[in-house]
């Protein structure tokens, strides 16, 4: 592995290389709050489970987290209802974009992967009829990954979902009529935009999601915030479905486990090693990052770190 002062600089200047594609992206606009981000900012942050943190560009700049929080939402699932909770969510890649509603018919209302929205919003309702205070019980878990008590959610974010969130509520309601939803869908889906709207750093993720590159066990307090297996099980499903329908070719040009959001942020797991989070606000096709792949693909390039 490289020494610690090389990753710094190798950081800066993947940071440089991957600007020109700034423009070749769109923020994303179906969330009317996101839609004010500025384009042309990038972060990336490299946390090691040996303690380093490695920073290039913006990286204590706050973004919406979307569809990353669907990591956490899941491990906090599989803590509540065990294997029980393959009975309600599926293992496989969808192939199809994240909100797509198509599969959930022909599948009788059980969602590809955890990691789309439809299978996102059933492990919200597991964590809203299992959590007297499901939002509360969120933001701790959070809280205490990242060993920072400031994380919070962001009203304007969380209230521009739920005026837009038609899509959603609409996965939710057909789910609902196959009997896989249990709580009511309007408390579904406050949980599932408030973890949306997280708002959080690239340092912060980073140092969050250590413990999936270290069997389950966060470095920092030798926490075991899931088990080995589940960690493993977690990263499985990132690497087969976190990118979503552009996972294949993920995994083909970088080859981690990893997972994206519509803010902009993109984190990918190295088994033993650490967590790569970059982030930039424009997107492409696929609701991907366009300079946060850039980046950690060259990352991953650069230290060789592809699992295959
Ligand atoms: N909150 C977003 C939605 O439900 C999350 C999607 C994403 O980040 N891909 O549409």
């Given at each position: 592995?490289?020494?610690?002062?090389?990753?710094?600089?190798?950081?800066?200047?993947?940071?440089?290389?991957?600007?020109?594609?700034?423009?070749?992206?769109?923020?994303?606009?179906?969330?009317?709050?996101?839609?004010?981000?500025?384009?042309?900012?990038?972060?990336?942050?490299?946390?090691?489970?040996?303690?380093?943190?490695?920073?290039?560009?913006?990286?204590?700049?706050?973004?919406?987290?979307?569809?990353?929080?669907?990591?956490?939402?899941?491990?906090?699932?599989?803590?509540?209802?065990?294997?029980?909770?393959?009975?309600?969510?599926?293992?496989?890649?969808?192939?199809?974009?994240?909100?797509?509603?198509?599969?959930?018919?022909?599948?009788?209302?059980?969602?590809?992967?955890?990691?789309?929205?439809?299978?996102?919003?059933?492990?919200?309702?597991?964590?809203?009829?299992?959590?007297?205070?499901?939002?509360?019980?969120?933001?701790t878990?959070?809280?205490?990954?990242?060993?920072?008590?400031?994380?919070?959610?962001?009203?304007?974010?969380?209230?521009?979902?739920?005026?837009?969130?038609?899509?959603?509520?609409a996965?939710?309601?057909?789910?609902?009529?196959?009997?896989?939803?249990?709580?009511?869908?309007?408390?579904?889906?406050?949980?599932?935009?408030?973890?949306?709207?997280?708002?959080?750093?690239c340092?912060?993720?980073?140092?969050?999601?250590?413990?999936?590159?270290?069997?389950?066990?966060?470095p920092?307090?030798?926490?075991?915030?899931?088990?080995?297996?589940?960690?493993?099980?977690?990263?499985?499903?990132?690497?087969?479905?976190?990118?979503?329908?552009?996972?294949?070719?993920f995994?083909?040009?970088?080859?981690?486990?990893?997972k994206?959001?519509?803010?902009?942020?993109?984190?990918?797991?190295?088994?033993?090693?650490?967590?790569?989070?970059?982030?930039?606000?424009?997107?492409?096709?696929?609701?991907?990052?366009?300079?946060?792949?850039?980046?950690?693909?060259?990352?991953?390039?650069?230290?060789?770190?592809?699992?295959?």
């Amino acid at each position: 592995m490289k020494q610690p002062h090389a990753i710094t600089s190798i950081l800066q200047q993947l940071l440089q290389q991957s600007q020109p594609l700034y423009r070749e992206g769109k923020v994303a606009n179906y969330i009317p709050a996101l839609a004010n981000v500025a384009p042309e900012q990038a972060a990336i942050a490299v946390a090691t489970i040996d303690g380093q943190l490695h920073t290039a560009g913006a990286a204590d700049t706050a973004f919406s987290l979307q569809s990353v929080s669907k990591v956490f939402g899941l491990v906090m699932a599989m803590n509540r209802l065990g294997d029980d909770l393959w009975h309600r969510v599926n293992m496989e890649p969808s192939g199809l974009p994240f909100n797509s509603i198509v599969q959930l018919e022909w599948e009788k209302g059980i969602p590809r992967n955890p990691v789309i929205n439809a299978g996102a919003i059933v492990v919200s309702d597991v964590l809203v009829s299992h959590y007297s205070a499901s939002k509360n019980a969120f933001l701790t878990f959070i809280r205490r990954l990242a060993n920072n008590e400031h994380i919070y959610a962001d009203q304007a974010v969380y209230l521009s979902e739920l005026e837009h969130g038609n899509r959603n509520a609409a996965l939710a309601y057909l789910m609902k009529s196959f009997g896989n939803i249990e709580a009511e869908v309007p408390q579904v889906l406050a949980h599932y935009f408030h973890q949306c709207a997280t708002s959080m750093n690239c340092q912060q993720l980073a140092t969050s999601l250590l413990f999936l590159a270290n069997r389950g066990v966060q470095p920092h307090n030798n926490e075991q915030v899931c088990s080995r297996r589940d960690a493993h099980r977690v990263n499985a499903i990132l690497s087969t479905s976190g990118m979503y329908d552009q996972s294949g070719e993920f995994a083909f040009k970088v080859g981690l486990p990893a997972k994206s959001g519509v803010g902009g942020a993109i984190v990918a797991i190295v088994p033993q090693f650490g967590v790569i989070t970059a982030w930039s606000p424009a997107l492409n096709k696929f609701g991907n990052s366009v300079v946060g792949m850039k980046l950690i693909s060259l990352f991953a390039e650069e230290l060789g770190l592809s699992l295959f």
